[in-house]
């Protein structure tokens, strides 16, 4: 069964840094794609950051690239995301996501079978 909790985000100002952790259990990492997702009030779900099926290869939304880093760590069974240079538009509930095995990359949120509660992201000005 898998399971997926993350611990609490947070709040920054602009300019500064948060690293959300979710803890994963019944995830094969060698065929499960990992991801994070968020959501703002009145916006749909977006995927965020994706990692591949052994964690080589990584997909960054383009509002996020150069500034936000995926990664996981197998024996600790966790996913990371390190969030720099933060904006007041990164505010969201970030959500760590897991897919069913499969062999393709697929960034829709409907395409994720199993997610944590989420946790709240804001960026004050």
């Known amino acids: 069964q898998v399971r997926l909790v993350e611990p609490g985000g947070g709040s920054v100002q602009a300019g500064g840094s948060l690293r959300l952790s979710c803890a994963a259990s019944g995830v094969t990492y060698r065929s499960f794609y990992m991801g994070w997702f968020r959501q703002a009030p009145g916006k749909e779900r977006e995927g965020v950051a994706i990692?591949?099926?052994?964690?080589?290869?990584?997909y960054y939304a383009d509002s996020v690239k150069g500034r936000f880093t995926i990664s996981q760590d197998n024996a600790k069974n966790a996913l990371y995301l390190q969030m720099n240079y933060l904006k007041p538009e990164d505010t969201a509930m970030y959500y760590c996501a897991a897919s069913n095995p499969r062999s393709y990359l697929d960034v829709r949120p409907k395409a994720y079978a199993y997610w944590g509660q989420g946790t709240q992201v804001t960026v004050s000005s």
């Open positions: 990692i591949y099926p052994g964690g080589r290869t990584t």
